[in-house]
Each structure stands twice: as structure tokens, then as C-alpha cells.
């Protein structure tokens, strides 16, 4: 079994090719446009448009829903898991290291939230994982409020400037 690389947007090409991933989320604003790493597959490569918010109604920001981490929960159920993930945002620290939890869940349902979380701030000092993103998944996985429990009980990251890519082991057998 492999891992999740989650990474700022200006390191991806970097991190899918020094990795090996075949396949990408990406968590991006709306209008901010980006290309693809070429080794990428296209077909593999799901695009999500969400702000970095916590809760809906803040103008014109789209904050996430249970449609995006439905096709978190989807993707990441299809991924063959022969290389690693790719998974970012803008910066690397809220919306793709929620995503890449869900992903973890969806694809190893039967690990431990707390185990999952510790595994994720060994990882990465700064990840602040988006509360809205963390909330609807642990719904939608049938998780009963453990994977909101763990995050809460290992707050909120190191302040970060964005430049700080760290591979989260899927399940407690990864190296």
C-alpha cells in the first residue's frame, strides 16, 4: 500500500514526478486556473472547485459540500493504489489534508480516526485540516464523530508559508 502526497499547488509537478503518482485531486478556488503535471493521467485527475471556508453563505466563495467529498470518496475508492496519490490546494494545509483523510477512510474504513490524525500531524507539523471538509466526511463515512473528535484533539497546525509537501501513510502498515 502506498500514500497520500499532499502538497501546495506551486510544488505538484515536483511531488508527482519525485513520487511516482498517477493520479490527482485538486482542490482549487473557482477561477484559479493551473496546469496538470504531464504525468498526470487526465482521466485520473479530479478537479474540485471550493474555497477554503468553513461554512456556506460567504458571498461568492463556495465552501464545501457533500457533492465534492462524495467524488473524494468516489475517486479515491478507484484508485488502484500501484503508486500514490496526489492530492492539493493552494496551499497544502486545510482543504488537501481533509481530502487526503477522507481518502485514507474511504479506501481503509476499518483504521482507527485518532491513529489516522497522529499519523497526519507526524507528517506535517502545519496541517489545519478544513473543519467543513473534515465534518461532511466523517457524515458520509459513517464515522460517528470520531474523525471531528480526533482533529479537534490535535488542533490546529504550525503556522505555515506554503511550501511544505509531506506524504500521509494511508494506514498504520505504511512505511
Do not use: Y
Amino acid at each position: 500500500m502506498t500514500g497520500i502526497v499532499v502538497s501546495p499547488l506551486a510544488r505538484i509537478a515536483e511531488m508527482a514526478v519525485r513520487h511516482g503518482a498517477r493520479e490527482m485531486i485538486s482542490l482549487m478556488a473557482k477561477e484559479q486556473n493551473f496546469h496538470r503535471p504531464a504525468v498526470i493521467k487526465a482521466d485520473r485527475h479530479l478537479l474540485l472547485s471550493m474555497n477554503d471556508i468553513s461554512f456556506a453563505g460567504t458571498g461568492d466563495l463556495i465552501a464545501p459540500q457533500e457533492a465534492h467529498v462524495r467524488a473524494i470518496v468516489d475517486f479515491a475508492g478507484e484508485w488502484d493504489r500501484a503508486s500514490p496519490l496526489l492530492v492539493h490546494c493552494w496551499m497544502g494545509v486545510s482543504r488537501s489534508p481533509a481530502a487526503a483523510l477522507i481518502a485514507a477512510l474511504a479506501v481503509h474504513p476499518d483504521q482507527d480516526d485518532m491513529a489516522l490524525v497522529r499519523r497526519l500531524r507526524s507528517a506535517s507539523p502545519f496541517a489545519t485540516p478544513n473543519t467543513r471538509l473534515v465534518a461532511i466526511g466523517d457524515d458520509m463515512l459513517g464515522r460517528k464523530g470520531k474523525l471531528v473528535a480526533a482533529i479537534k484533539e490535535i488542533g490546529r497546525g504550525a503556522d505555515a508559508d506554503g511550501n511544505a509537501p509531506f506524504v500521509l501513510p494511508v494506514s498504520g502498515n505504511v512505511a
